[in-house]
């Protein structure tokens, strides 16, 4: 296949440092990194050499082109048998912090800081028996304000997020691309199986209140070097946030193990827009619609501190969906057991490993559509527990009366439900804008079940866990 390659001129576009998965093939045997530089639809896909065989105009080449089809559909025939047919979905990934502007002026409701809380202790208890009767007493229940000095804190934890965490979670721990990272601003590239799980890692490590870093004198970058390593697994374990009702030992112990990160903890929020498509959807649509999920979907509609998910089919967008991080809240208090409760992260994987191991089936999420007529949210007011209680039993119908695991079900009644929440927050503010329901009953604008048909999508596309 390479000697055909140089025998057409086909050239080696492709550049095997560009990303840590491929340097680290091209490590493995010199004759791969020869190949991994060619372009990857003309060495593994005999349908796009085809496609590229007709715009040929030399026709005394033709034999040269249809032995590299015959040589590439071989090599796909041996590389499907061993390893299985290759992934052909890629996600664009754009992250925003969440109302940092707040944060930054000192507002009441995300600072939580009065001056009381800053003064020391015995400057304060003498204000307190000193000062009862004067405008003190009340100065020190107010809000505090910022200052440099939380200007400093929160320009340190976000250059820490920017130039450590960020590139490290993104290349190293997941082997995507990070393409912008900046302020509170992320934009990244990744497999289409680790771009919700990169995306809630990044979360986890940016709203902690301290990390520590297991291995500080590595630089995000070190898969570049010629000795460095790439291996996601033993990455993941390097920040550590620290447990806010650990143990004194349990601290000291972390602190000891490399060095200690503040971080934005329960002030910080971020939300994220995840767009999904095949690696031949144009890249400019997918980064416009990844900005319309984070903007439109997780931040207007789902109310920040959320995701935005969507997937592109041939015909165009398929599913758009918006989704807190938590499937937690007041709404969810009967679905959010102590022993069921979850992250959408972790909800979006148990159910596509239940359509993987097939616990449900594929037609699943058509089934609930046809049940779920009469729960439209723009025509039904119904409360929380109500309405749970119809999503459970139409479930129960769907799957024949088939027992499902507790936590699988969960899962699906809390995709489900969080759609219908979306779905009425759609239906109100159009009913109080316009006066008119017509474009709440649009399908992709207010679908319940898009978070299960995206969840069916990741199944299709290899996308389980």
Not at 407 to 425: P, Q
């Amino acid at each position: 296949i390479m000697d055909l390659h140089d025998r057409l001129g086909l050239g080696r576009p492709s550049f095997v440092r560009a990303l840590p998965r491929l340097m680290a093939a091209a490590r493995a045997h010199p004759l791969l990194e020869r190949f991994l530089e060619l372009d990857p639809q003309l060495a593994l896909f005999p349908e796009m050499v085809e496609a590229r065989f007709q715009y040929e105009k030399d026709k005394g080449r033709e034999d040269l082109w249809q032995e590299l089809v015959k040589r590439v559909t071989n090599l796909r025939q041996k590389a499907d048998k061993a390893l299985g047919a290759p992934a052909t979905q890629v996600a664009v990934i754009t992250m925003d912090g969440d109302e940092m502007g707040k944060l930054l002026l000192g507002d009441a409701d995300r600072i939580h800081a009065r001056w009381q809380d800053v003064l020391h202790p015995d400057v304060d208890k003498d204000v307190q028996k000193k000062f009862t009767d004067t405008f003190w007493g009340d100065l020190r229940r107010r809000s505090r304000q910022t200052g440099p000095s939380l200007h400093a804190f929160i320009s340190r934890a976000l250059a820490n997020f920017n130039h450590h965490i960020a590139p490290w979670v993104v290349e190293q721990e997941y082997g995507g691309r990070l393409i912008y990272s900046g302020g509170d601003d992320l934009l990244a590239l990744a497999p289409l199986e680790d771009a919700l799980p990169m995306a809630a890692r990044l979360r986890e490590l940016f709203t902690a209140a301290w990390l520590v870093d297991t291995r500080p004198d590595v630089h995000p970058w070190s898969w570049l070097e010629d000795k460095g390593q790439w291996n996601p697994q033993e990455a993941r374990k390097r920040f550590q946030p620290v447990p806010l009702q650990a143990s004194p030992d349990t601290v000291k112990q972390l602190i000891r193990r490399g060095r200690l990160l503040p971080m934005l903890g329960r002030s910080g929020r971020i939300s994220a827009g995840i767009a999904c498509g095949h690696f031949k959807t144009r890249l400019g649509l997918l980064f416009q619609t990844s900005h319309q999920l984070l903007d439109t979907w997780a931040k207007e509609r789902a109310g920040r501190n959320a995701v935005g998910l969507g997937h592109f089919s041939r015909n165009g967008i398929k599913t758009m969906y918006g989704c807190p991080w938590d499937l937690v809240g007041e709404d969810d208090s009967p679905v959010a057991r102590p022993a069921t409760a979850m992250s959408l992260n972790e909800a979006v994987q148990e159910i596509t490993t239940g359509f993987a191991n097939r616990q449900i089936s594929k037609a699943l999420p058509y089934k609930l559509a046809r049940s779920a007529v009469l729960l439209d949210p723009a025509r039904l007011e119904i409360s929380p527990e109500e309405r749970l209680a119809l999503l459970r039993g139409i479930l129960n119908k769907a799957v024949d009366g088939t027992a499902l695991p507790a936590r699988l079900e969960a899962a699906i009644l809390h995709l489900w439900a969080a759609g219908y929440r979306l779905g009425a927050k759609n239906h109100k503010c159009c009913r109080d804008s316009s006066g008119t329901e017509q474009g709440c009953r649009n399908k992709q604008e207010a679908e319940p079940l898009a978070g299960l048909f995206f969840c069916r999508y990741l199944h299709q596309q290899g996308g389980t866990p």
